[in-house]
């Protein structure tokens, strides 16, 4: 009768499973002692165990190195432990670990502030570009990427119905990594004699990366009537994206 000797044995183990496997055989074929059986069979299981064990590591190992920051895995399935910075290929996207989930590598949320007031009547200032306060509609600060763009969205409800020819504007100023003042039509949205409900985007470019950009919502009249149903600028909402590349 002959034994198989398994893989793992000879992979790991070597002479001395395949030893002790050989003994094993002689004993089936009565050629050594019940005694000598029962010590060759607890060899063969101690031997396994020790393979066992020795497979169980080296898995671990391999799944301790497949989720080493900055390897990719190609899998069906998310790799399980990953450490951040873990890269994971399902086949159509890339994605990245970021310590709590997978995410697309360059992947960046937008930064968004909504505006919570408009000033009173008897406080709005008319024929230059002002400042929101922070409480009003608080501007956003944000890094920006190495492609040294973001992208400026500004939208809500402009009215000034004062007169036919009164306007109004709701637009943004520029400061730290770039500067950008007046004039703002090139980037807000804007009424004459009426009401505009808009959004308008804008792409800041040829910034340095890393340094903060905020982004600082004001509006313009023209003229300002009797309440903020004539003269308002509302509703609106920041939106600032940087563009990873």
Same mark, same amino acid.
């Given at each position: 009768?002959?034994?198989?000797?398994?893989?793992?044995?000879? !992979? !790991?183990?070597?002479?001395?499973?395949? +030893?002790?496997? !050989?003994? !094993?055989?002689?004993?089936?074929?009565?050629?050594?002692?019940?005694?000598?059986?029962?010590?060759?069979?607890?060899?063969?299981?101690?031997?396994?165990?020790?393979?066992? =064990?020795?497979?169980?590591?080296?898995? %671990?190992?391999?799944?301790?190195?497949? @989720?080493?920051?900055?390897?990719? *895995? $190609?899998?069906?399935?998310?790799?399980?432990?990953?450490?951040?910075?873990?890269?994971?290929? =399902?086949?159509? @996207?890339?994605? &990245?670990? #970021?310590?709590?989930?997978? %995410?697309?590598? +360059?992947?960046?949320?937008?930064?968004?502030?909504?505006?919570?007031?408009?000033?009173?009547?008897?406080?709005?200032? /008319?024929?230059?570009?002002?400042?929101?306060?922070?409480?009003?509609?608080?501007?956003?600060? $944000?890094?920006?990427?190495?492609?040294?763009?973001?992208k400026v969205t500004i939208g809500g409800?402009? &009215?000034?119905?004062?007169? *036919?020819?009164?306007?109004?504007?709701?637009?943004? &100023?520029?400061?730290?990594?770039?500067?950008?003042? /007046?004039?703002?039509? #090139?980037?807000?949205? /804007?009424?004459?004699?009426?009401?505009?409900?808009? /959004? &308008?985007?804008?792409?800041?470019?040829g910034m340095t990366p890393g340094l903060n950009l905020t982004i600082t919502p004001?509006?313009?009249?023209?003229?300002?009537?009797?309440?903020?149903?004539?003269?308002?600028?509302?509703?609106? %909402?920041?939106?600032?994206?940087?563009?990873?590349?």
């Amino acid at each position: 009768m002959a034994v198989i000797v398994p893989a793992i044995g000879q !992979l !790991l183990w070597g002479e001395p499973l395949n +030893n002790a496997l !050989l003994g !094993l055989d002689a004993a089936i074929q009565g050629k050594v002692s019940t005694a000598e059986f029962a010590t060759l069979t607890a060899q063969v299981a101690a031997i396994q165990v020790q393979a066992s =064990n020795a497979q169980t590591t080296a898995n %671990q190992a391999l799944t301790v190195a497949n @989720n080493v920051p900055g390897t990719i *895995t $190609v899998s069906g399935v998310a790799p399980t432990s990953p450490t951040t910075g873990k890269y994971w290929d =399902n086949g159509a @996207n890339l994605y &990245r670990y #970021n310590g709590t989930s997978w %995410q697309p590598p +360059n992947f960046i949320r937008p930064t968004v502030t909504n505006q919570a007031s408009f000033p009173a009547i008897g406080s709005v200032v /008319s024929g230059a570009w002002t400042d929101f306060t922070s409480g009003q509609f608080p501007p956003i600060t $944000v890094q920006v990427p190495p492609s040294g763009m973001v992208k400026v969205t500004i939208g809500g409800a402009v &009215r000034n119905t004062n007169s *036919t020819t009164s306007t109004g504007w709701m637009s943004w &100023r520029a400061s730290g990594a770039v500067t950008m003042g /007046s004039p703002h039509e #090139n980037r807000g949205i /804007s009424t004459q004699g009426a009401r505009t409900y808009a /959004s &308008r985007t804008f792409v800041i470019t040829g910034m340095t990366p890393g340094l903060n950009l905020t982004i600082t919502p004001q509006y313009w009249f023209s003229s300002v009537g009797a309440s903020t149903t004539v003269t308002g600028a509302t509703d609106g %909402q920041l939106i600032v994206e940087p563009i990873p590349l």
